[in-house]
């Protein structure tokens, strides 16, 4: 059973250029949760979807980030017009619709120039 | 608002020695996990504990809860160099409907031959 797949894992954008960030979950999972990474630091939360709805966006920045869960396909984090502050490791996790812990991906290293 | 606080954030120790980790977080919580970081890649979970009281282990970690103090514990028995990584406390908040994972800084461990 294949776990949680983010691709790329590594990501160079120069400033200003847009960057996309492919989650797929685990089979069978229809929670997505989006975290960001600053080096040195601890993870924060950005978003939290299901299948088609945002349910819980608190943590995205209120501009340049959007995220989507579509019905087919990965879950998309976007990130418009980079700035070198959003270089950082973006993990995705996904969870089962009754149980609470978070399988996370291996993370996509993004690097803006 | 909702803080999580580990400490240390740093922790040198020889190999053989015991040591804990301690987590304390902000508000009550309903679930408190631990993971497990090592350089360059994502987060194993380690383990998940549920109520006041609980303890769990496995090999020579060994996790508390103690929901009336709202404090963790990860404690390392006879420490070996594999361990050597950054481990992380997380919270979540499900009664609220807050099913996101609020993380604590991280312990970067290093266990010296």
């Known amino acids: 059973n294949a776990g949680v797949m983010q691709n790329p894992r590594h990501l160079v954008r120069r400033r200003g250029q847009e960057a996309r960030l492919r989650c797929s979950p685990m089979k069978g999972h229809s929670h997505v949760y989006w975290y960001r990474q600053l080096p040195e630091e601890g993870l924060k939360f950005m978003v939290y979807?299901?299948?088609?709805?945002?349910?819980?966006e608190s943590g995205m920045p209120k501009e340049r980030f959007s995220a989507e869960f579509p019905k087919e396909g990965p879950s998309i984090l976007r990130i418009q017009q980079v700035v070198r502050g959003d270089s950082a490791a973006y993990f995705c996790?996904?969870?089962?619709?009754?149980?609470?812990?978070?399988?996370f991906g291996p993370g996509t290293r993004l690097l803006v120039l | 608002e909702l803080k999580v606080e580990q400490n240390p954030l740093f922790l040198s120790m020889q190999e053989g020695k015991n040591y804990t980790i301690y987590c304390n977080y902000s508000t009550t919580s309903d679930r408190l996990y631990w993971y497990r970081q090592d350089p360059g890649k994502s987060l194993e979970s380690l383990f998940v504990l549920l109520s006041n009281g609980a303890v769990k282990q496995e090999g020579r970690l060994m996790a508390s809860l103690d929901t009336k103090a709202r404090l963790s514990t990860l404690h390392i028995t006879a420490a070996v160099h594999d361990l050597s990584a950054t481990y992380f406390c997380?919270?979540?908040?499900?009664?609220?409907?807050?099913?996101?994972?609020?993380f604590g800084s991280g312990t970067r461990l290093q266990v010296q031959p």
């Open positions: 979807l299901q299948k088609e709805n945002i349910i819980d």
């Open positions: 997380a919270v979540t908040y499900m009664d609220t409907g807050r099913r996101a994972l609020t």
């Open positions: 996790a996904s969870s089962l619709l009754n149980q609470e812990t978070q399988y």
